[in-house]
């Protein structure tokens, strides 16, 4: 079906919330302050063969410090809700639940303050990869099942000291790249890669209860009071079937239950998807009766992190160089159609095409198998590579990235015609920040971060397009259909 046209925030229901999101350690600095202690990517990063560049979130954006002009900054372009994320272990320095760090409290305490003091709604993200590294050398992190126990401590310290004003809650931002690249393949923290082969399952199997863990929690303890909701934040890329052969249909079908069915077949089905089941046998870990009955229906909405999408092809014999758990899946990705045209333009990181109706198919597909579950796209946004001989004009004139955001909202529109029950949207990211293993060489900022300059901010031309639409002006957009 063809839209054309021009999409318009009047394409929206009423009440739908337009955000940025950002992650505690991809801005926030202040390593060794505030009484903070470090987390396991802080720890990761002090070994500099980790990390591209060989920087850290040590300083990050010094968002810490300057989170009174981000939140203006946010305010002035026009947007209702910040989507941000709470480090462990400022609020328990140690992990262990006992002793509340008050400075940390009171850091998140003035951000939250200062957003509804501004008109922006707080979602707060409880866990965005940074756990407490203690946890990781006392108790074994996420391999262990007492950290189910630790993260539902966290939570409900979290719940008790902003829950008043914060209403939507995510337990915790894409288990699936902990789980994969923290605990199977290493390029995340702990970076972990020795059994390649049980412990992916094992960290994702312990997040699943530690989510459904901290939502029995909020039900028991404070959703009469408070009235909040809480969800799990997803990633899943759209996987096309290469060709309408019956095989790779349904390849491409596998790969969707290895990222979303993975954790949400569990909670709304009680058990890992059939594939899965099939296909990674003993390394699979069991649902106990007690833990189904934990997990069962403990989400309010689903939180789909969505950037790209890939061709998949069936693959049942196991390629030399690919990594296990792909191997597993018996599906090949693939960037381009077998005529060798590409399956959409790339953005600077490698894995990022930029195809709009993949968005539009995977809130389809989320809202089918689901029973038209309440979405948020919590982060969606490409990125530009880092280019230290640009000039300031040139960096802020991110014509990609608007046609990106223009494709983007304007295939969520069309999702929630299609009857899709989406209600909020979040660009990924507010800043130009620290990128993970690709330290600042990638960035995702709609707002430009002069590393050279006192890390001064400037609203890209896409932070003006998103402006100029949040005040209802009509914008161009001719979303990709296919
Ligand atoms: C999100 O993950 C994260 O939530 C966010 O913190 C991050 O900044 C943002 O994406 C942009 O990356 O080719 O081996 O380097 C999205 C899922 C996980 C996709 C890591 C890319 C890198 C794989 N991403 N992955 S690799």
């Known amino acids: 079906t063809?839209?054309?046209?021009?999409?318009?925030?009047?394409?929206?229901?009423?009440?739908?919330?337009?955000?940025?999101?950002?992650?505690?350690?991809?801005?926030?600095?202040?390593?060794n302050e505030g009484?903070?202690?470090?987390?396991?990517?802080?720890?990761?990063?002090?070994?500099?063969?980790?990390?591209?560049?060989?920087?850290?979130?040590?300083?990050?954006?010094?968002?810490?410090?300057?989170?009174?002009?981000?939140?203006?900054?946010?305010a002035k372009l026009g947007f209702g809700a910040y989507r941000f994320s709470i480090s462990w272990s400022r609020i328990f320095p140690d992990g262990l639940g006992k002793e509340i760090n008050e400075q940390g409290v009171a850091f998140y305490n003035n951000l939250i303050d200062f957003m509804i003091e501004k008109g922006i709604q707080p979602y707060a993200t409880l866990y965005h990869w940074d756990l407490p590294h203690n946890l990781h050398k006392t108790v074994g992190g996420w391999l262990s099942d007492k950290i189910v126990e630790y993260f539902a401590l966290y939570a409900e310290a979290c719940f008790a000291n902003f829950g008043d004003r914060v209403k939507h809650w995510i337990t915790i931002n894409e288990p699936l790249q902990t789980s994969v690249n923290g605990y199977g393949i290493g390029i995340f923290a702990p970076g972990l890669c020795e059994g390649i082969a049980a412990e992916p399952f094992l960290a994702a199997h312990h997040q699943i209860l530690a989510h459904a863990a901290s939502v029995d929690v909020y039900r028991r303890k404070f959703k009469a009071v408070q009235g909040g909701q809480v969800g799990f934040v997803i990633d899943c890329e759209w996987a096309e079937p290469l060709s309408d052969k019956m095989e790779d249909q349904a390849a491409a079908a596998r790969r969707i239950d290895f990222q979303l069915g993975w954790y949400?077949?569990?909670?709304?089905?009680?058990?890992y998807p059939e594939s899965?089941?099939?296909?990674?046998?003993?390394?699979?870990?069991?649902?106990?009766?007690?833990?189904?009955?934990?997990?069962?229906?403990?989400?309010?909405?689903?939180?789909?992190?969505?950037?790209?999408?890939?061709?998949?092809?069936?693959?049942?014999?196991?390629?030399?160089n690919e990594i296990h758990f792909y191997q597993v899946q018996q599906m090949e990705r693939i960037d381009k159609w077998s005529s060798g045209e590409g399956i959409g333009e790339r953005a600077a990181s490698e894995w990022l095409y930029i195809l709009p109706w993949g968005i539009r198919k995977t809130i389809n597909y989320v809202a089918r198998k689901y029973?038209?579950?309440i979405i948020y796209v919590t982060e969606n946004g490409m990125d530009d590579e880092d280019d230290p001989s640009a000039t300031l004009d040139q960096v802020l004139n991110d014509t990609k990235r608007v046609g990106f955001f223009k494709g983007y909202v304007g295939a969520v529109a069309e999702a929630i015609k299609d009857g899709a029950d989406v209600r909020g949207y979040f660009a990924w990211s507010f800043l130009d920040n620290f990128e993970w293993a690709m330290g600042f060489t990638k960035r995702f900022g709609i707002v430009y971060v002069d590393y050279k300059?006192?890390?001064?901010?400037?609203?890209?031309?896409?932070a003006m397009w998103f402006s100029r639409f949040l005040n209802g002006e009509a914008v161009d957009s001719k979303p990709d259909t296919n």
Request: a negative charge; zero cysteines.
């Open 2 to 31: 063809e839209r054309g046209g021009e999409v318009t925030r009047a394409d929206f229901p009423e009440g739908f919330v337009f955000g940025v999101a950002t992650s505690a350690y991809q801005i926030e600095g202040a390593r």
């Open 35 to 74: 009484g903070k202690g470090d987390s396991i990517w802080d720890v990761f990063a002090d070994n500099k063969e980790r990390i591209i560049d060989g920087t850290s979130g040590e300083v990050a954006v010094d968002h810490y410090h300057r989170y009174k002009e981000d939140i203006e900054l946010m």
């Open 264 to 271: 949400l077949d569990p909670i709304y089905f009680g058990d």
């Open 276 to 320: 899965m089941r099939q296909r990674v046998g003993d390394h699979l870990p069991k649902f106990s009766e007690k833990d189904r009955e934990l997990i069962r229906n403990k989400i309010d909405f689903i939180g789909l992190n969505h950037y790209t999408s890939r061709f998949i092809a069936n693959q049942p014999n196991p390629q030399p």
């Open 371 to 373: 029973g038209n579950p």
């Open 453 to 462: 300059n006192g890390l001064s901010r400037h609203p890209k031309a896409s």
